[in-house]
């Protein structure tokens, strides 16, 4: 095998063969392919796509870069959620213990924010003492015991993927479908998980910018995740617009403790609630009731139990940024347009997210919503509250919400249609 070939034939828009897979993967996760060959590769990859026979081959090579997780001991079903990357979408961690109250369990390995998408594992860092490194023994306790986990993948799973993402990261090759579905689904199943809902993302907040190229997406992954055996579902969701309040990390946090406690923001109840009754189903426990687990603390309970066995204190008080600019509404009217990728652009340069990877986070950094899209807005009234601990970042937090970011249309235009409202948001769904 030689690399220049396997980069030509899929530079020139051919098919790679099996064995040119298997190898090309191999020697890149052990240091024989140059970052710079695979850099290229994926760029190829990006630009002429795969068939869908490369991209299952690509998958199970990823997979068997590194170590396979089992969870069949479990005395529960095991299944998981895996959103493809938004803004404000703090879903995983009211979802996690939601679940696991209503009886499955939920091995959730999650990342860390990259760009203007945040990570689980940024968020929940904000909570004093919560760490994110588990080993296999610790992970598997905690499912054992509290029934919900989240935490860092270890570096034996996916090596391959690991480095490849890394990769892509930094040489613009993150929006390719072949790329995006099987780094997702070899981390999933060598994860070990017996059923998988994912939560693909459409809109300006996420890799699929538009609704057939999240469909493509959808139907690529739940096809790889039921070849290996894994009982797939997704939900293809709105993300137009951030969902609920906050983009941050400890303001998402707070934000998904509201709705542990019965409250919160609709659409992130809703969505909650619409991918729980989906990872219930898939996990064989289709007369669980999760809105009732909302309601009489038990997901709350749970929440509080999975946050103290990783070191954290549930009670302790959440940072808060020292510096806020609040943004107040250019007029009056309905609130048309809130983008999501402004307000995730804008919670990253507050300092949210970081521009490396090695790069750290600040917890209390973020973009506080006090109003969505559809509700009526009153000139001069704050409409956003920009959180940091580094107040030069405001200037370019500003300038990312500036022109089309924000539209505010007059109520009559409203109601005639032209204030677009918002979509619904859960758009599709794809089994
Ligand atoms: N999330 C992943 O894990 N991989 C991708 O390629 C994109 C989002």
Known sequence: MDVISIIRT?????ALSDAQIDWVVAAYTA?????????????????????????????AAMIASGERMDFRALSRPTVDKHST????????LPLAPLVAACGAAVPQLSGRGLG???????KLESIPGWRAGLDNAEML???????AVVCAAGEGLAPADRKLYALRDVTGTVESLPLIASSIMSKKIAEGTGSLVLDVKVGSGAFMKTLDDARALAETMVGLGTDHGVRTVALLTDMSTPLGRTAGNALEVAESVEVLAGGGPRDVVDLTLALAR????????????PERALADGSAMDHWRRMIAAQGGDPDAPLPTARERHVVPAPASGV?????AYAVGLAAWRLGAGRARKEEGVQAAAGVELHAKPGESVVEGAPLVTLHTDTPERFEAALEALAGEAIRVVPAD???DGTGTPPPPTVLDRIA
């Open 278 to 289: 989906e990872m219930l189903d898939a996990a064989g426990l289709p007369d669980a009731d």
């Open 413 to 415: 235009a409203a109601d």
């Open 116 to 122: 203007h998408t945040g990570g689980t594992l940024d």
């Open 85 to 92: 990357g938004g803004v404000g979408d703090k879903i995983t």
């Open 10 to 14: 899929k530079r020139d828009g051919g």
């Open 335 to 339: 609130l048309a347009t809130l983008d």
């Open 31 to 59: 240091g024989e392919v140059a970052d710079e060959q695979m850099s290229a590769l994926a760029m190829a990859i990006l630009l002429n796509g795969m068939e869908r026979r490369e991209i299952a081959r690509w998958t």
């Open 141 to 147: 306790r905690v499912l054992d015991e509290v029934g």
